[in-house]
């Protein structure tokens, strides 16, 4: 089965620089949601989006955006980086927020190195 | 602040035995759902239950959510060396799909 798909699986950056997070969700998951995990971290939400509409925002710094497009795929870009930012960002989809309870699944991370 | 959270722990158990670890949250919640990770990769969904049900098995997996008590438990039996892992509980509330994890579990079992 298809899973959830996240480009590039590491990169490295360097302090104040920007970088482009990638997700590709599961075929027709309709809401994305992007979590932070910081090394020996649990995983924090960030922010999720339904039907390419923002559906709920948590603890995401005002240097970090996010979109999901027409094809459902989402970005999150992060700007001004710092070295707190290192961390195993992830992604994960689902089916029909309206519906309530569903299952969330995640993509394999994406590991950012902030030097 | 956090949803669930486990009581910190890290067991070490013989290949065979079981595991059981514990999740407690604050607030009412839609479902809880417990994940595995290992080393630092990816989010395995494990098992989901809901609020109105007490107790869920899947395969070597066995959760329990009792409400009253805001606590849930994660028992995997008979353990293998490839269930090393951290596991985390997360509790998703009405109305809200966030999910807010708490404090992961570490095992290890030994072959």
């Known amino acids: 089965a298809a899973g959830v798909i996240q480009s590039p699986r590491h990169l490295i950056k360097e302090k104040r620089e920007t970088a482009t997070l990638k997700c590709y969700p599961i075929?027709?998951?309709?809401?994305v949601y992007w979590y932070q995990q910081g090394p020996g971290q649990d995983p924090q939400f960030l922010i999720s989006f339904y039907e390419k509409m923002q559906s709920d925002k948590g603890s995401i710094p005002d240097r970090f955006s996010a979109q999901q497009f027409s094809d459902y795929h989402s970005e999150l870009n992060m700007s001004s980086l710092e070295l707190g930012d290192s961390a195993l960002y992830f992604c994960?989809?689902?089916?029909?927020?309206?519906?309530?309870?569903?299952?969330?699944?995640f993509g394999p991370g994406t590991r950012l190195t902030v030097l | 602040s956090q949803q669930g959270e486990e009581d910190p722990q890290a067991l070490s158990i013989q290949e065979g035995e079981n595991a059981t670890m514990n999740c407690s949250y604050k607030t009412s919640i839609n479902n809880l759902q417990w994940y595995r990770q290992n080393s630092g990769r990816g989010l395995v969904h494990l098992i989901l239950i809901r609020s109105n049900e007490r107790e869920k098995h899947s395969g070597r997996l066995r959760v329990t959510l009792d409400t009253s008590k805001k606590s849930s438990s994660l028992l995997i039996t008979a353990s293998r060396a490839a269930d090393t892992a951290s596991y985390f509980c997360?509790?998703?509330?009405?109305?809200?799909?966030?999910?807010?994890f708490g404090k992961g579990n570490q095992v290890v079992v030994i072959p």
């Open positions: 994960a989809s689902s089916l029909a927020l309206y519906k309530g309870t569903d299952t969330q699944y």
């Open positions: 997360a509790t998703e509330r009405y109305g809200n799909n966030r999910l807010a």
């Open positions: 075929p027709r998951h309709d809401t």
